[in-house]
């Protein structure tokens, strides 16, 4: 099992930038598909980006040209570079960790809150 801890949500006024991390443990993290989730306050958990092991991404359409996700497979690490927040884009984000073309893992959540 992989163990997930995301970092760096927090308040920002639209038009700012954050940038999220997700620090994974153990070795799987390197043939891991590793993606960001995001839910909403009243909406259904939504798929934001993913990264392959190879590094190929993959973006939801409302975040594309804004997010970059990222993988520093040294440090066990993948980020959500967020730049021109809307308040649309207010929620709590997840990182997920698919592998084994069967297991599943996820972090615990950060907030994200965008001000107007």
């Known amino acids: 099992q992989v163990q997930l801890v995301e970092s760096g949500g927090g308040l920002v006024q639209a038009g700012g930038s954050l940038r999220l991390s997700c620090a994974a443990s153990?070795?799987?993290?390197?043939?891991?598909?590793m993606g960001w989730y995001r839910q909403a306050p009243g909406k259904q958990r939504e798929l934001v980006a993913t990264i392959t092991s190879a590094g190929s991404t993959n973006y939801v359409d409302s975040v594309k040209g804004r997010f970059t996700v990222s993988r520093d497979n040294a440090k066990n690490t993948v980020y959500l570079q967020m730049h021109s927040l809307t308040p649309e884009d207010t929620a709590v984000y997840y990182c997920?960790?698919?592998?084994?073309?069967?297991?599943?893992?996820w972090g615990q959540g950060t907030q994200v809150t965008v001000s107007s």
């Open positions: 153990g070795s799987i993290f390197r043939i891991a598909t």
């Open positions: 997920n960790a698919k592998y084994w073309n069967a297991y599943d893992s």
